[in-house]
């Protein structure tokens, strides 16, 4: 939390989950004194004021939490250090972010410290807009063929569940351009057959695992990140890593462009030891 409209909405975003999921919230304000330490500008006072404004930030998010949700466990830590680097390290189940902070561009879709943390954090990480959206009950996940999206399935699985939404598997394959055998044809029919068969093949377990949750499997010939992004969900998730050779899911490409362009949260998942269902 650092006072922006973005990381208001991520405490609002985290102190729902925390009610579904029974756990504690943690609100965590990095004080980082980098842009305060210049010697020529020194203010005689200055650490009292960074310290009493961080408190600020603290008790304004503190007490966001407590109106959005009275009965969740609400505590709150100040730390000082560089702000994605003491975010990385934090003990949680799932850290939620916002998608940009108070500093950088005002333009920017995402800030640095949101893409740092995105993309090394061991939890999930989860980046919330500021801008509301209405719920419509559904979670998106993004599928492909490599074992590395199985936390992502866990997870977006699990989330489905404890919301009682629609979980959309969504798979996005695109034919290849050969460039130098324009006379190779597709059966796209058989293509498509073949999507279908790799995205059931994947889900099977999970599907057993959670018979409750009612599954729209979303296959389609496009970009992932068109696919992903199109999705009208409540959430999409996304892994951090993937290479299968029907399409990847690696943080700086597909998911890197789902976080920038999707007007819902993400969840950008690389482990599954943090979500297990009881």
């Given at each position: 939390?650092d006072g922006?409209?973005?990381?208001?909405?991520?405490v609002?975003?985290?102190a729902?989950?925390?009610?579904r999921?029974?756990?504690?919230?943690?609100?965590?304000h990095?004080?980082?004194?980098r842009?305060y330490e210049?010697t020529?500008?020194?203010?005689?006072?200055?650490?009292?004021?960074?310290?009493k404004a961080?408190?600020?930030v603290?008790?304004?998010?503190?007490?966001?939490?407590?109106?959005?949700q009275p009965t969740?466990?609400?505590?709150t830590?100040?730390?000082?250090?560089?702000p994605?680097?003491v975010?990385r390290?934090?003990?949680?189940s799932?850290l939620?972010?916002?998608?940009r902070?108070?500093?950088g561009?005002?333009?920017?879709l995402?800030?640095s410290?949101?893409?740092?943390?995105?993309?090394?954090?061991n939890?999930?990480v989860?980046?919330?807009?500021?801008?509301?959206?209405?719920?419509?009950?559904?979670?998106?996940?993004?599928?492909?063929?490599?074992?590395?999206?199985?936390p992502?399935?866990?997870?977006?699985?699990?989330?489905?569940?404890?919301?009682?939404?629609?979980?959309r598997?969504?798979?996005?394959?695109?034919?290849?351009?050969h460039?130098f055998?324009?006379e190779?044809l597709?059966?796209?029919?058989?293509?498509r057959?073949a999507?279908?068969e790799a995205?059931g093949t994947?889900?099977?377990?999970?599907?057993?695992?959670y018979?409750?949750?009612?599954?729209v499997?979303?296959?389609?010939?496009v970009?992932p990140v068109?696919?992903?992004t199109s999705?009208?969900c409540?959430?999409?998730?996304?892994?951090s890593h993937?290479?299968?050779?029907?399409?990847?899911l690696?943080?700086?490409?597909?998911?890197?462009g789902?976080?920038?362009?999707?007007?819902?949260p993400v969840a950008?998942?690389?482990?599954?030891?943090?979500?297990r269902?009881?």
């Amino acid at each position: 939390m650092d006072g922006s409209a973005p990381s208001a909405a991520a405490v609002e975003w985290a102190a729902d989950d925390a009610l579904r999921t029974g756990a504690e919230l943690r609100i965590v304000h990095v004080l980082d004194r980098r842009p305060y330490e210049i010697t020529r500008f020194l203010v005689s006072d200055q650490e009292d004021r960074l310290r009493k404004a961080a408190g600020k930030v603290l008790q304004a998010a503190e007490a966001t939490a407590r109106a959005r949700q009275p009965t969740v466990e609400v505590s709150t830590r100040l730390a000082e250090g560089v702000p994605a680097a003491v975010l990385r390290e934090q003990e949680a189940s799932e850290l939620v972010i916002g998608n940009r902070g108070v500093g950088g561009f005002a333009g920017a879709l995402l800030g640095s410290v949101t893409m740092e943390v995105a993309a090394q954090a061991n939890c999930p990480v989860i980046v919330v807009r500021a801008e509301p959206r209405e719920k419509v009950g559904e979670i998106g996940v993004g599928v492909d063929d490599s074992d590395t999206c199985e936390p992502a399935l866990g997870y977006a699985f699990e989330q489905a569940r404890l919301r009682g939404a629609t979980l959309r598997l969504i798979h996005a394959w695109q034919v290849p351009v050969h460039a130098f055998a324009p006379e190779i044809l597709y059966d796209l029919g058989e293509v498509r057959a073949a999507q279908r068969e790799a995205v059931g093949t994947r889900i099977a377990a999970w599907r057993a695992r959670y018979p409750e949750v009612n599954l729209v499997e979303d296959v389609q010939n496009v970009h992932p990140v068109d696919a992903l992004t199109s999705a009208a969900c409540d959430l999409i998730v996304v892994g951090s890593h993937g290479r299968g050779a029907l399409g990847s899911l690696v943080l700086g490409s597909v998911s890197r462009g789902v976080l920038h362009h999707a007007r819902c949260p993400v969840a950008v998942v690389r482990s599954q030891e943090f979500f297990r269902r009881p």
